[in-house]
């Protein structure tokens, strides 16, 4: 089984800067793209940064600029760097993958279990 955990969220001031890690584990053949996805309260999940495999990066318009995405492939994780952090960033952030495990070698949707994020005025 392929599992995502992040990890790096919490509370933090306006203005601050955070850092969200999710790394892959299990039995795992290759990834593909690898999401960080969020979820304010009362809102739908929205994309916020995608890095594919080959490093291509892209970001939804209301981060980019602020914040980061990269990913270590050897350590099979992703990092998304968050500055300049505002009370709307605040939301449940999500590691999303495409993931192909050896069981099967067939690309499979992956979600992580959430991270809340908390940006006080």
């Known amino acids: 089984q392929v599992q995502l955990v992040e990890s790096g969220g919490g509370l933090v001031q306006a203005g601050g800067s955070l850092r969200l890690s999710c790394a892959a584990s299990g039995s795992i053949w290759g990834i593909n793209d690898m999401d960080w996805y969020r979820q304010a309260p009362g809102k739908q999940r929205e994309l916020v940064a995608a890095?594919?495999?080959?490093?291509?990066?892209n970001y939804a318009g209301s981060v980019k600029g602020r914040f980061t995405i990269s990913g270590d492939n050897a350590k099979s994780t992703v990092y998304l760097q968050r500055n300049s952090l505002q009370p709307e960033d605040t939301a449940v952030y999500y590691c999303a993958a495409e993931v192909a495990p050896y069981s099967d070698f067939r690309t499979h949707h992956c979600w992580g279990q959430g991270t809340q994020v908390t940006v006080s005025s």
């Open positions: 890095i594919s495999s080959s490093g291509r990066t």
